[in-house]
Structures are given as structure tokens and as C-alpha cells.
């Protein structure tokens, strides 16, 4: 699995915060939602500002409690139902950060699509953040097979985050459809407007239930899958207060338009965009999703994120061929650090761009340290990886310098640091140093990690100062 920029972008947010009222499809709550800008990392996150201490829950599989009729997630005391539409909103516009405030437990339906929350939130407009977009692209087929409801969902590897739904519910109605995604950028056109559907004989049962208290024949496609007699289309009239129902030819109540001829198969596949949302990280893979549903999508946002969780580190490992020149081998380093035996530990470079640096440290029976450091089991002392590891982040800061040998770099602050496998004799220690923040005046903070072949072995974050040499008199 590797991670990468998309498309070099950086996170985005709104512009300014943007609110929208109407009434929840099942709780028959009316509800004021106010989507907010939020920093880079926050991600989505959730807050009931109707209930004490205002908790919040972040927009995350591990929370979803309820798959039944939507989905709905619930953390420190506060549950949030029918949040996909609006996840899907989010994603499809690539906005990556947001808090989203209600008053009430459920996210308005409006009108059973994302094409009111998209229109909302570009009204306000979209903005940049100063922090990069990281995209897991998986790099594997991962599977999930439910055979049950026989429903069959695939992530396979692709440059690009693409969707192919199927659905087939034995209906001579809607018959076998299927929608295509191929670029998330053409969500806002091709998907966002699509209303979720139903069939005749569920809204009858949910009616009976008092399960759809805000349900409107305004927010959902009704697809007539038995014959209905004129009383009973009288009787639907009655309660969704409309002055007349019929059925159109195409088996459809003559409640809404049907804006493609697949308008139920594109909903569905806006309702897998919403559903891995909740796998927390952008990705990058071909999801072919056959007969999905709200419980089956959360299943596999939860395969994918246990796949990213065990493996995103792999993305972040550099390949050292041995075989390739240095950038930078031993007489150079030795001209640029004032380090010399027994104290210079790095012996190459071997990557170096403006915003990271990879050194080579071979690690061999012969270090001065190992006489001490344990006689019988040598194992390389974690306080000299962390110096290793700064001295190629020294080489990174002064290479910016014309006249980097009239410089010195000096530890201000050792952070978050974590030993995670000994490093012995025969090691060979790959150093990678990433800039954490822009280089400003001559502070440099860096995120270091060290490995043996592909296990990380040390990690932690560094900040230096690069000071002039004082001049000799």
C-alpha cells in the first residue's frame, strides 16, 4: 500500500460555516445542522449541541451502532442517524475537514439526496489548507462477501478513487442496474442529485411501524412492486398530504421525476461513497460494490481501515538499493558535519528532495560503542540512532545553505520518542527524515524514523537550530 498526495492537493474545508434546517426521516425531528471549516486533520466530526456538554463523534465505522434504516453512529453519549448523504456531499467535493453541528439526532433528509448539502456548502465556497492530502492507495484486493444478503463488495488497486455498483432486486420494475463512478470529480454531476427509493410495500410497513415520522413523497423514489388498488392509492394521498397518487407506466408512483433511467443504482452508489467515509483516510482503489446496503458497506469501510491501520506505515519505508550512486557518500558528509570518528554515523545518502532526506547508517561489529554496549549481545544504544537520525537531518537543513560548512545545527527539543526493535551488528539503519513545519529562522522541526529493512525500528520528532559558526579570531 502506498500514500500519496492527491494530486498534490492540500486538505480543504469550507470557506465560512453554512447552515440548513429540515426534518429528520425517521426520528420526524426538525433539525437546524450547521456545517463548519475545521482544521487540517480534523477530518468529519459530528456534535449534538442540543444535549449537555455538546459531544461530539467523529465520522468513524468503529461508531456506527445501527445500519438498519441508514446509518447512524453514537460515541460519548451522542447518536447521529442518516449521515450518509451528507458524508457523500463532503467527499464528493473533497473537502476533507468539517464539523457538523445539530440540534437534533438525526441529519435532515431534504430532499433524499446530496444535491441540497452540496449546493449549501458551495454557496459559502471551498478553501486550501497548508497541510498536505495523504491518499492510501491500496495495493492489494481486498474482499468482503456477506452471503446472507448475497452481497459482494471489492477494492481493487487503482490510481484513482473509482465506484461500479449493482443492484438486482428481482423487480420487473427497476429489473438489473448498474452505475460508474470513474472519477470522484464527477460526483457533483453525475451523482449527487440521486434520491434514495424505496419499494410500495416498505413504506406501507413503515407507516404501520411509525417509522418514517418525516417521511414526504418529496425526499424518496417509490417503486410499485404489486398491484395497488385505487383505495389504497387514496389512502397514501391521505397521509402524505398530496391530492392525488397514481402510477405511472414505468411502475413508478407519479410522485417525482426520475431525473437517468439507473437514478436507483446512482444512489446507491452515493450511498457507498457516504459509507467509506467512514473508513477515516482517503483512498485510492476500484470499489465494484454487487447488491450493497448500508450494513455491508460498513463491514467493508471497516475491512479497508483494519488493511490501512496494519499496513499504512509500508508507504512510508524507502527502498535502498545498494547498488545506486549515494547523493551524498562519506567525503561529502564528512566536508558538511563537523562530526568525525568516533562520532560521525551516517555513511550516505541516498534521497533528498525540499521536504525530506534519507541517510544510510551501516551498522558493523566494529562501532567503539559495542565494547560496552553489551558485551555478549551488542545492540546499537537508542541515543545514538536519535544522533544518527540528526545528523541527516543536519545534512538536509545546511543543504539549503551555499556555504554550508560556515554552519552548525544544535538540538533544541527531542520529542515522541519510540524504540520498537534492537538494532544489532549487521544492521543496515535507513533514516528518514520528513519536515514537519517550513523551515523559519534557521528552526528546523522534522519527523525522523529509522528502519531495518521494513520493520521501523526507532521513531521521533526532532527540532534543530541552524546557528553561523563563530569566527575565530
Not at 470499489?287 to 488493511?307: D, L
Not at 546499537?380 to 544518527?388: K, R, S, T, W
Not at 513545519?437 to 519527523?447: H, K, L, N, T
Amino acid at each position: 500500500m502506498q500514500q500519496s498526495t492527491y494530486h498534490s492537493l492540500n486538505q480543504h474545508t469550507l470557506k465560512e460555516p453554512v447552515t440548513l434546517s429540515g426534518v429528520g426521516l425517521h426520528t420526524g425531528y426538525n433539525v437546524t445542522m450547521t456545517i463548519r471549516p475545521a482544521n487540517p486533520g480534523f477530518g468529519f466530526r459530528f456534535q449534538r449541541t442540543d444535549l449537555p456538554e455538546k459531544p461530539m463523534v467523529k465520522a468513524d465505522a468503529d461508531y456506527v451502532v445501527d445500519t438498519s434504516r441508514g446509518t447512524t453512529i453514537e460515541h460519548n453519549g451522542a447518536k447521529i442517524s442518516t449521515i450518509e448523504h451528507l458524508l457523500a456531499a463532503l467527499v464528493g467535493l473533497r473537502i476533507d475537514n468539517a464539523l457538523i453541528e445539530l440540534d437534533a439526532p438525526e441529519v435532515p433528509i431534504l430532499d433524499g439526496s446530496s444535491r441540497l448539502f452540496i449546493e449549501a456548502i458551495e454557496s459559502v465556497g471551498i478553501v486550501e489548507q497548508d497541510a498536505k492530502r495523504v491518499v492510501y492507495t491500496i495495493d492489494t484486493n481486498i474482499h468482503y462477501y456477506d452471503p446472507v444478503k448475497n452481497v459482494d463488495m471489492l477494492a481493487i488497486p487503482s490510481k484513482d478513487y473509482q465506484i461500479t455498483t449493482l443492484i438486482d432486486f428481482n423487480s420487473p420494475i427497476l429489473g438489473t442496474q448498474h452505475a460508474t463512478l470513474k472519477n470522484i470529480s464527477e460526483f457533483i454531476v453525475e451523482i449527487g442529485s440521486c434520491r434514495t427509493f424505496c419499494f410500495l410495500h416498505e413504506v406501507e410497513y413503515l407507516l404501520e411501524n411509525n417509522l418514517i415520522k418525516g417521511g414526504d413523497l418529496s425526499n424518496a423514489i417509490v417503486v410499485v412492486d404489486k398491484p395497488v388498488t385505487q383505495e389504497e392509492l387514496n389512502h397514501l394521498a391521505k397521509v402524505f398530504n398530496k391530492p392525488s397518487i397514481e402510477v405511472k407506466q414505468e411502475g413508478i408512483l407519479n410522485n417525482l421525476q426520475m431525473q437517468f433511467p439507473n437514478e436507483p443504482a446512482r444512489h446507491k452508489l452515493l450511498d457507498v461513497v457516504g459509507d467509506l467515509a467512514l473508513v477515516g483516510y482517503p483512498i485510492n482503489a476500484h470499489i465494484i460494490a454487487s447488491r450493497p446496503g448500508h450494513a455491508t458497506n460498513v463491514e467493508f469501510a471497516k475491512k479497508i481501515k483494519q488493511y490501512i491501520r496494519k499496513n499504512k506505515h509500508q508507504g512510508d519505508i524507502p527502498h535502498y538499493d545498494p547498488t545506486q550512486p549515494a547523493i551524498c557518500d562519506i567525503i561529502q558528509i564528512e566536508k558538511l558535519l563537523p562530526h568525525k570518528y568516533p562520532f560521525l554515523l551516517v555513511d550516505k545518502i541516498i534521497e533528498m528532495s525540499d521536504k525530506h532526506v534519507v541517510g544510510i547508517k551501516n551498522v558493523t561489529f566494529n562501532e567503539h560503542f559495542f565494547q560496552g554496549h553489551f558485551p555478549g549481545n551488542p545492540v546499537m544504544p537508542g541515543v545514538l540512532q536519535i544522533e544518527a537520525m540528526a545528523q541527516v537531518g543536519g545534512i538536509f537543513a545546511l543543504n539549503s545553505y551555499l556555504d554550508p560548512e560556515n554552519y552548525d545545527t544544535y538540538f533544541l527539543k527531542i520529542d515522541k520518542v519510540k524504540f520498537k526493535q534492537k538494532v544489532s551488528p549487521g544492521d543496515t539503519l535507513i533514516l528518514k527524515l520528513e519536515l514537519i513545519s517550513p523551515v523559519r529562522r534557521g528552526i528546523c522541526e522534522m519527523r525522523g524514523t529509522a528502519y531495518v529493512g521494513n520493520k521501523l525500528v526507532t521513531e521521533a520528532e526532532l527540532v534543530a537550530q541552524i546557528v553561523r559558526k563563530e569566527k575565530k579570531q
